[in-house]
């Protein structure tokens, strides 16, 4: 496993043996497609929680903002 890295569609991999190589094409074409899947399956479920969250962020560093960097000057 040592050697300069080869590009193969953007993904740099050192020189690995074929079954190596047979092995990480198939978790990038399975494992990888199930895992998306899996998260566009899931994104309405989780979209109103984190939209909350960024909101409920928003909003609390706006008014520590309004609050005591705005009465500084």
Same mark, same amino acid.
């Given at each position: 496993?040592?050697? *300069? *890295?080869? #590009?193969e ?8 043996s ?8 198939? #978790? ?14 899931? #994104?309405? %479920?989780?979209? *109103?929680? +984190? ?9 609390? +560093?706006?008014k520590y903002? %309004? ?7």
């Amino acid at each position: 496993m040592g050697g *300069p *890295p080869q #590009f193969e569609k953007n993904v740099i991999t050192y020189h690995i043996s074929s079954a190596e190589q047979k092995l990480f094409k198939g #978790f990038l074409s399975t494992a990888f497609s199930k895992i998306t899947g899996k998260v566009r399956r899931n #994104f309405f %479920d989780v979209a *109103p929680a +984190v939209a909350l969250g960024v909101a409920t962020y928003y909003f609390t +560093v706006k008014k520590y903002h %309004d609050i005591h960097v705005s009465h500084r000057s």
